[in-house]
């Protein structure tokens, strides 16, 4: 399905942005992985050899804009043109509103919304020559719903649903860009959940349990591929019917 495109990943090593690797090899995209953990990303590399396909791996902090210039002076090193950007890497910090600080609420939109931002600037430049031109940004049920403790997260993740909608006008025709908001996804960011607020989001899911982060890269997949190719600036909620 993504046969000789170069697709760009952050936050690969692990989670839904890890799953979203596996099945894009499985569909012949060629990766450029992005995460700050090496090891992480070596060991995904080294998981997906069985695939005919290009991986390159890269360790950046999104959070700093000097890194996110030299990814792509790297990444100009490996192709010239970028078909697929996915903007999964992401951070929750959950504090009652009025206990959270300013630096909480800067790390939160730092990572969550400057990131994708600016490397979507950078990668863009990229794209303009790719039939194929698809941007992903991986936003949540929060930005719409909101949550008790959430304020921040939700409030940068609707930044990102802005940022979406005004980026698929302004990049229209040459490229497509729609986001995907998950509900809650059993990877490693809800560790901090208790086991009743597991227990609340699954028995609100109609499905009567959690997204696997599989669920969640399915839906990337298609955005990704020629089947949304009448899609853009659309909010897919893969949640499970929970809003
Ligand atoms: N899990 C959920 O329930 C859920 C629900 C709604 C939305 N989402 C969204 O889905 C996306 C993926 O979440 P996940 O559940 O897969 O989370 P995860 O398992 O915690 O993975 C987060 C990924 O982001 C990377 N990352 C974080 N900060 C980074 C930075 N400064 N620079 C580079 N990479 C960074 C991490 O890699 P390193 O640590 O190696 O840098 C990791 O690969 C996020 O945007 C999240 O907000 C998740």
Not at 28 to 37: Q, Y
Not at 83 to 95: H, P, Q, R, T, Y
Not at 106 to 116: H, S, V, W
Not at 131 to 154: D, L
């Amino acid at each position: 399905m993504l046969q000789q495109r170069y697709a760009l990943i952050t936050g690969a090593s692990k989670g839904i942005g890890k799953q979203t690797a596996h099945l894009f090899a499985k569909n012949g995209a060629n990766l450029l992985l992005v995460a700050r953990d090496i090891d992480t990303l070596v060991s995904l590399r080294d998981e997906l050899q069985e695939f005919s396909i290009n991986v390159d791996i890269f360790s950046c902090d999104l959070t700093d804009e000097n890194e996110i210039k030299s990814l792509f002076i790297k990444i100009k090193k490996v192709t010239k043109v970028i078909d697929i950007v996915v903007n999964n890497a992401g951070i929750i910090k959950s504090s009652m509103f009025s206990m959270t600080n300013s630096d909480t609420l800067k790390d939160m939109f730092q990572t969550n919304l400057y990131a994708p931002y600016i490397l979507t600037q950078y990668a863009t430049r990229m794209m303009r020559k790719s039939p194929y031109a698809s941007v992903i940004f991986i936003s949540s049920m929060m930005a719409t719903k909101g949550g008790i403790g959430h304020s921040a997260y939700a409030s940068s993740k609707s930044a990102l649903d802005g940022m979406m909608k005004s980026l698929a006008k302004e990049l229209a025709p040459t490229i497509r860009v729609n986001a995907i908001a998950p509900g809650v996804v059993q990877t490693d960011m809800i560790k901090t959940l208790s086991e009743d607020e597991k227990e609340e989001y699954t028995s609100k899911s109609l499905f009567k349990r959690l997204a696997t982060p599989n669920d969640i890269a399915t839906v990337i997949l298609f955005l990704a591929s020629d089947m949304s190719k009448y899609i853009t600036a659309e909010l897919i909620n893969v949640d499970g019917g929970i809003c």
